[in-house]
């Protein structure tokens, strides 16, 4: 069974930069949709980016194009999300999540994050604030 295990988080200021690590176990990620998602308390968790498995695109949500970007280590097992530009309102638990299978079809933004919402990891904190 796949497991995932976040890290990377902490406290950086306004402008800062961060790189969160999704490392996984018990099955491979290679062809299988991963997405990065983040929760604050009373909102609903919401997708942050998410690398389709369909055609190798990368999707962000609005809040963060240009300021994040995805990527995917096969070697290490291991996907990442490289934080720049850092606000206040990113602040947040993040949590990397995974498809059920490999080669499932997440040809839109959307789907991508539908589908890759079967596993979870354990979530890491993000805080910017100076």
């Known amino acids: 069974q796949l497991q995932l295990v976040e890290s990377g988080g902490g406290l950086v200021q306004p402008g800062g930069s961060l790189r969160l690590s999704c490392a996984a176990s018990g099955s491979t990620l290679d062809s299988r949709a991963i997405g990065w998602f983040r929760q604050v308390p009373g909102k609903e968790r919401e997708g942050v980016s998410c690398i389709s498995s369909t055609d190798g695109s990368t999707y962000y949500a609005d809040s963060v194009k240009g300021r994040f970007h995805i990527s995917r280590d096969n070697a290490k097992n291991t996907v990442y999300l490289q934080m720049n530009s850092l606000k206040p309102e990113d602040t947040a638990v993040y949590y990397c999540?995974?498809?059920?299978?490999?080669?499932?079809?997440?040809?839109?933004?959307?789907?991508?994050?539908?589908?890759?919402?079967?596993?979870w990891g354990q979530g890491t904190q993000v805080t910017v604030s100076s």
């Open positions: 999540g995974a498809a059920f299978s490999a080669f499932s079809w997440t040809g839109s933004q959307a789907m991508c994050f539908i589908i890759a919402q079967h596993y």
